[in-house]
Every structure is written in C-alpha cells, then in structure tokens.
C-alpha cells in the first residue's frame, strides 16, 4: 500500500514542477544562460576530457544534439492542424533509429 502512495506523491511533484511541459519546450538559450545548468555541465565535460571518455562526451553531445533538433521548426511543422505530414515523419524516424544506433554501438558493442 505504500508504493502507490509514494507513485503518487512523484506524480503530484512532476505536475506541479511542470516539468513535462519544460522538456516540451526546448529553450535552448535559456539552459545555456543558467548558472545552475552550467557550472554542473561544464566540469562534467572538462572531467570527461581529464578521464578522456569520448565514449561519454559522444553521448552527451548525441543526446544534446537531439534534444535541439526536437525543438526545431521541421519537427514542430511534421503535424498540421492535427494531421501528421508524412514528408516529414521519415526523416524524423530516420534521424532517431541512427541515434538509437550509435548509443546502442557506444554502450552494448564498443566497451572500453
């Protein structure tokens, strides 16, 4: 009885953060221009660098480079008054499926 009450309270902290609505809306200047955002970020790049996993620096940058790319218009105009444009659904499904793949490759295949 304890675990859906627990489910439930990260529920009601989720909605009330609203941080469902703040990862649909990819504010990329406005990360990059927060402190809080940035001095984290930035030593964990220049430790990866002194540890030199490219691995991870690729995972990151593959990650942050998908994130951009969801916010971009073309992504924003593949649905139309509630209908999805297939012109730009292939290109879309094509960019994740390579991504997936090279995290796959990074993490499963090529283990340092």
């Known amino acids: 009885m304890v675990m859906p009450e627990f489910l439930n309270s990260i529920g009601n902290w ?25 001095v984290p970020f930035i030593s964990l790049i220049i430790y990866y660098l002194y540890k030199q996993a490219i ?3 690729v ?10 790319f969801s916010g971009t218009q073309y992504v ?3 649905v139309v008054n509630g209908e ?15 991504g997936i793949a090279v995290l796959i490759y990074l993490v499963f295949i090529r283990q340092d």
């Open 76 to 78: 924003k105009d593949s």
């Open 14 to 38: 989720i909605h009330h953060t609203q941080v469902l609505d703040q990862i649909k809306e990819v504010d990329v200047k406005g990360l990059f221009k927060n402190p809080y955002f940035l």
């Open 55 to 57: 691995n991870n620096l």
């Open 59 to 68: 995972i990151i940058g593959l990650c942050l480079g998908l994130w951009y």
């Open 84 to 98: 999805i444009q297939i012109g730009h659904i292939l290109p879309i499904v094509g960019l994740g499926i390579a």
